[in-house]
Every structure is written in structure tokens, then in C-alpha cells.
Nanobody, 123 residues
């Protein structure tokens, strides 16, 4: 089993920045792929960014050039640096992990999920 706990969400004005963290524990190691997803009110789950065991990353089109995914294997922590935030980035953000997911932004690729952290961007 793998446990994931997100933190770092909050409220910010448009153009601002936030950094999300996802602390992993349990049966996880550096071979796991990890990703961030989000769900806005009234919308489906959207893949934001993913990173694989070799640090290769992949971003959703809506966040390219503004968000950066990274990880610290020693700390078992995943990060999402979010810059130039827009009101449309408002959503619940979830961390996900699984072996063999590569840099997939499909939710079905991930078995383990956190509870989420809310990000609200005001105009």
C-alpha cells in the first residue's frame, strides 16, 4: 500500500504562485511514476503533470510553461510549482502514484491517490 498526502493549497490572486507538495509513505520507491491531477467544480478530472522514475516529465496543455513538476526521492515527496496562476486553475488538486505509469496523464494509469488540496485563484 502507498499513502499520499497533499499540502500547500490555498487562495491566491491571479498571477500569483503556489507550491503543492505530496508526501508519499508505505510501499513506494523511486521506481514509481507520480502525477498531479485536478478537478474543477462541475468538470471532470484533468491530468496536470506527471514525472517518471527517470525524471522525464509531461504536462497538460493548459499548464505548459506555467507549472513545473519535480520530486525528491530521498524525501519521498512530489512537488508542483504553479506560477502565473489563472482563475481557471481553481480546482481540487490530487497527487497520484503507481509503478509503470510512465508519464501518463490518464487517471486510470494510477492506483494510489491522495485526498486532495484546494487551490483557489481569484481575479
Amino acid at each position: 500500500q502507498v499513502q499520499l498526502v497533499e499540502s500547500g493549497g490555498g487562495s491566491v490572486q491571479a498571477g500569483g504562485s503556489l507550491r503543492l507538495s505530496c508526501a508519499a509513505s508505505g510501499d513506494t520507491d523511486s521506481t514509481y511514476s507520480m502525477a498531479w491531477f485536478r478537478r474543477a467544480p462541475g468538470k471532470g478530472r484533468e491530468g496536470v503533470a506527471a514525472i517518471d522514475s527517470s525524471y522525464k516529465s509531461h504536462y497538460g496543455d493548459s499548464v505548459k510553461g506555467r507549472f513545473t513538476i519535480s520530486k525528491d526521492n530521498a524525501k519521498k515527496t512530489l512537488y508542483l510549482q504553479m506560477d502565473m496562476l489563472k482563475p481557471e486553475d481553481t480546482a481540487m488538486y490530487y497527487c497520484a502514484a503507481d509503478k509503470g505509469a510512465g508519464t501518463s496523464l490518464w487517471a486510470i494509469s494510477y492506483k494510489y491517490w491522495g485526498q486532495g488540496t484546494q487551490v483557489t485563484v481569484s481575479s
